[in-house]
Nanobody, 122 residues
Framework: QVQLVESGGGSVQPGGSLRLSCVAS????????IAWVRQAPGQEREWVSC????????RYADSVKGRFTTSRDNAKNAVYLQMDSLKPEDTAVYYC???????????????WGQGTQVTVSS
């Protein structure tokens, strides 16, 4: 059984930082690309970033480029999303997802986590 479990969400003031974690089980993690996707209330899901199973394979949406950093630790079956300089428009539920091949941009993926809420507000 494949599981993706996100953690690290919470409430933060504008300009603050949060670090999300996604731990996978039930898959051979090294072979999977991981994406971060977010969904704000009343809006469609928005692709945020992806981390390829290959080295130097991280990509970011323009809306987060320069502020968010994705990294992966294959030894821990984990992917992290470091979010700095957070803005109110970053408020959303953040999901990690996994598939054999993930291209930058919106897509459908094989496996999803349950999501973690991020709220940026003063």
């Amino acid at each position: 059984q494949v599981q993706l479990v996100e953690s690290g969400g919470g409430s933060v003031q504008p300009g603050g930082s949060l670090r999300l974690s996604c731990v996978a089980s039930g898959i051979i993690f090294d072979y999977y690309d991981i994406a971060w996707v977010r969904q704000a209330p009343g809006q469609e899901r928005e692709w945020v970033s992806c981390a390829s199973s290959k080295p130097d394979g991280t990509r970011y949406a323009d809306s987060v480029k320069g502020r968010f950093t994705t990294s992966r630790d294959n030894a821990k079956n984990a992917v992290y999303l470091q979010m700095d300089s957070l803005k109110p428009e970053d408020t959303a539920v953040y999901y990690c997802s996994a598939d054999k091949k993930i291209l930058p941009g919106p897509g459908t993926y094989a496996y999803w986590g349950q999501g973690t809420q991020v709220t940026v507000s003063s």
